[in-house]
């Protein structure tokens, strides 16, 4: 059967089934057997409770000595129970399972698979498996078994039984899409070898050459299909002249402060794209405050000196408002003639900016979504910026691209993505890095502490409030919800109106605020009408205060790394000492570790590394909106040196464009072509 087939054609396979299937994107036998498992258990045999020894895997049959019972400790349900052989007897423990307790009855045989341990003097299996009399003999027999992905309706046994057959029935040899000569330098298995392994391995050593081939293919294929759709993208060329330089250079000379290095360098790789004989599609990554508006705005500068228009889109309105101000004061000695354009101005407002804009009035126009609506026609747009880029979903930044004639492309982020991320998520890409802070601002102070310290940390924003500063609270919720204990804006908010003293100004922000009354918070705060902003992280980004001096972040293990290291970010912006507090109760050592580098880092390039260490790259903050496609067995941390081999072969072929003509590459070839045109769709071009 060709590899291509739909899985209907498999026996057992109806439409109810299939559709079980297409819920986990397996449509084709090919989807089926690159549904690669999750994991691993490895049969181990039945033992008898007096062999077992702790840090050891088991699988135990026995009776239930007692109905399990239940119990919380904190924000955890312990359900536990004993269990008894002819040997001995041992504890049985599961945690936020309750409902075993009506599963399991006293005086029942089942089967368990778990990890022993010895815990108060006893010997107990911590969260252990169920093993259904089905599934006993392949835990038995099998010598690696693989874990799936689930979906309501499909189980374990259904997904093996399923991916056994079609790898029974597909057409032998399967073809292999990397030609030999790759395969042989970077010692890679063959594709069929590779699949049949993946599923059910021999043995370890099989499994690892398995998953090396499978991995670097994704790799391959991802970062090649960038590269060629980058040089796709490259060839169109510039249709901007930019000769003139005088108000460019005199702004240049007469900012208050000198560049940093990295500020430079960035500079005049963005003078030389605009300059040079294709179209710029740059991203500028720094840290907070490292100063990417100041080389963007010298972007625009050099556009408006030169007849041509630019527009730059902001997240917020509070922070579109605030690159205004900044742009005005930074170019008072020029002509520059700047317009704004958000959603809460009127719409004779807006129409007397569209008409501004459409005559060529406007230089640069800076505002929020607002600015891609149908009504903005351009005269001559050369330069389009969006800031906190990864705030903009793909095809609002596409809008955007889209008012002008190929215009020059700008992006900033102010999230740091850790150098080998960036590898694969901006690929398509040049990436400039602004990489040191301007001299004299001043670190952070960040300190750990837990609960107790409350009182002590109220007293200190007092403190801070009675110098003429403001402070942020961030909480992890808005509301209460009685499934958990976090701390929520609209309570605590609540609570220090009751204990602080009523001439102190408090408000709160969350997300499901109307966005007229967001913005307006948003604004009193910056405006210095209000001492305490209780806030969601929806401060993240786009909010600019300098007489903000505090940052309190409670159940701070409850965000990633990355995240924290933004909201610190909030403060610090002026020239007073600064200060942020982790408030945390959590005992678990991920999150005191975790607490510790946000104690002992300020560099947001580090922390970020660190959070893809610890939570992986599916969960950091841009990574999912950016559209790309998740990876199935690939992993960037755990697979650098895979990625490096991967990414070298990418280039060369690159470089070589026409290898892909030779008869060895044919299949190659196909493949890239239907990897390109089904996974990477979202890259606008």
């Known amino acids: 059967m060709e590899i291509s087939r739909p899985i209907t054609e498999l026996s057992g396979i109806g439409e109810k089934k299939a559709q079980l299937f297409k ?29 077992i020894k702790p840090n050891g895997t088991y699988l135990i049959a026995g009776k239930i000595l007692v109905s399990p019972i239940s119990k919380r400790a904190g924000h ?217 508006t100041v080389v963007a705005a010298l972007a625009i500068i050099l556009a408006a000196e030169n007849g041509y228009q630019s527009v730059l889109m902001a997240p917020t309105e509070v922070l579109a408002k605030q690159h205004l101000q900044s742009i005005e004061e930074m170019f008072l000695s020029v002509d520059l003639k700047v317009g704004l354009l958000v959603g809460s101005m009127t719409k004779k407002e807006k129409m007397d900016m569209y008409q501004k804009i459409e005559a060529g009035l406007i230089d640069v126009i800076i505002g929020t979504h607002a600015v891609i609506q149908e009504g903005v026609v351009f005269k001559d747009l050369a330069l389009v910026i969006t800031d906190e880029q990864h705030r903009f979903g793909v095809l609002q930044r596409e809008m955007l691209a889209g008012k002008g004639h190929y215009p020059h492309v700008l992006v900033m982020s102010g999230t740091p993505i850790p150098r080998t991320l960036g590898l694969i998520l901006y690929g398509d890409m040049d990436v400039s890095v602004i990489d040191e802070l301007p001299p004299g601002r001043k670190s952070i102070e960040t300190f750990s502490v837990n609960a107790t310290y409350r009182n002590r940390v109220q007293a200190f924003i007092l403190k801070e409030i009675d110098a003429g500063r403001q ?42 605020m109307r966005p007229k009354l967001k913005n307006e918070t948003m604004e009193r705060f910056a405006k210095g009408e209000l001492d305490i902003l209780v806030s969601t992280t929806v401060i993240e980004v786009g909010i600019n205060v300098p007489n903000a001096s505090l940052m309190v972040i409670e159940d701070a293990h409850r965000f990633g790394l990355a995240q924290l290291h933004q909201l610190r970010g909030r403060v610090g912006r002026g020239g007073n000492q600064s200060y942020c507090i982790l408030i945390s109760d959590s005992k678990s050592m991920l999150a005191k570790k975790r607490m510790a580098i946000m104690t002992e880092s300020q560099d947001g390039f580090y922390i970020a590394q660190k959070d893809l260490e610890i939570r992986g790259h599916g969960d950091l903050l841009g990574l999912r909106q950016s559209g790309m496609p998740t990876f199935k067995i690939a992993n960037i941390v755990e697979d650098l040196e895979i990625l490096k081999q991967a990414n070298i072969v990418a280039k060369t072929i690159s470089e070589k464009r026409d290898i892909l003509q030779e008869a060895t590459y044919e299949n190659f070839r196909k493949k890239l072509e239907n990897y390109i045109e089904t996974n990477m769709s979202y890259i606008a071009l």
């Open 23 to 51: 819920k986990i994107g397996i449509k084709s036998l090919m989807d089926l057997v690159t549904y690669y498992p999750i994991t691993y258990e490895r049969g181990i045999g039945l033992s008898k409770i007096q062999d």
């Open 76 to 292: 955890i349900i312990l359900t536990s129970t004993k269990l008894k052989d002819d040997t001995g007897e041992l504890s049985l423990t599961w945690f936020n399972q309750p409902y075993l307790q009506k599963q399991l009855k006293e005086g029942q045989t089942i089967t368990v698979m778990g990890k022993a341990s010895y815990k108060y003097d006893k010997l107990q299996l911590t969260s252990p498996k169920i093993i259904t009399k089905s599934d006993l003999a392949y835990f038995e027999d099998k010598g690696i078994i693989p874990i799936y992905p689930l979906t309501k309706g499909l189980s374990q046994k259904v997904i093996r039984l399923t991916v056994a057959l079609a790898l029974d029935v597909i057409n032998k040899p399967i073809e292999d899409h990397i030609p030999a000569t790759i395969r042989e330098t970077y010692e890679l298995e063959n594709f069929e070898d590779a699949i049949y392994q993946i599923h059910y391995p021999k043995n370890e050593k099989a499994l690892n050459h398995a998953r090396k081939r499978l991995v670097f293919d994704e790799f391959l294929f991802f970062q090649l299909g960038l590269m060629l759709l980058k040089e796709e993208q490259v060839r169109i060329k510039n249709q901007y002249s930019f000769k003139s330089f005088k108000w460019y250079e005199h702004t240049l000379k007469s900012l208050p402060f000198t560049l940093t290095n990295a500020q430079n360098s960035v500079l005049d790789a963005i003078m030389k794209d605009m300059n040079g004989p294709y179209n710029m599609n740059r991203l500028i990554q720094g840290d907070v405050g490292s100063g990417k």
């Open 471 to 512: 402070c942020y609270i961030v909480c992890p919720m808005v509301e209460e919800n009685e499934e958990n204990e976090l701390i929520d804006v609209l309570s605590y908010t609540e609570k220090l109106r009751v204990k602080l003293p009523p001439h102190i100004r408090i408000e709160y922000l969350h997300g499901q």
